[in-house]
């Protein structure tokens, strides 16, 4: 089973479409695009993960690493639109507080950021 | 129902998606709980990620699947170099880590959780879980 990427430009962020199920065979396919991404200086990430069936903790680790990269930048990463499979995971481990999550892609992309963090 | 699996693997990056196939197809033949499947789906992954990438020396490993109808266990083996099994019994790693939550998430998904590792005997991971209900929407395989 593969894994797609897209991504398009919405309004100030890009959303990184995810389908398919991420684990350590398929993590490296979304990580290139991420580097690729914050290479151009894309650093507003809204991942959309409703096409997501499966994710571990190597898929967990690429969207920390890319909250990292991006905080530094002064940039956001967002979660959106998790299957319940996924949302259990962030949950269980304990990013559901750290990575932003939200319902629908659309709530993801005009989220107001708090003024200060 | 009850039926036992050995599968005999290549230590390489395809076989744990491989695995996670055939325990969802073997989950979904008994019909258990969605839930409970995703769950030792997820353990499943971590336990043969941790394999591929800390079983250095070893070029196969073997899991082994032990479904029924109310529960299932699974055992994990290599006979690799070995990893710190008592620095995996650590609590969860903090958020802004990229790395080290598998071995926390077979503990937090599943019960019963073995781990034995040394570096000249190899490894073996053993769960459980127990399930808490059958006929739940099995995910087609």
Redesign the interface.
Known sequence: MSLTVQTEQRADVVVVSVAGELDMATAPRLQDQITDLLEKGRTRLVFDLAEVSFCDSTGLSVFVRAKNSTDEAGGVVRLAAPQRGVLRILEVSGLVEVLRTYPTVDEAVTAQEPALD | MRMSVRLNLPRE??S??AV??LLRCALSLLHVDR?DG??L??AL??AC?NV??HADGADKFEVLLDVADDGCAIEVVDQGSGFDAAAASAA?AA?????G??L??IR??SDNVRMDSSPRRGSLIHFEKRFTSVGGTA?AC
């Open positions: 990056v395809n744990v998606p996670r196939r839930q995703a769950d789906e997820i992954t971590e990620a591929v990438k969860v958020p802004d880590h990229d790395r939550r598998g926390f998430l937090a998904l995910p």
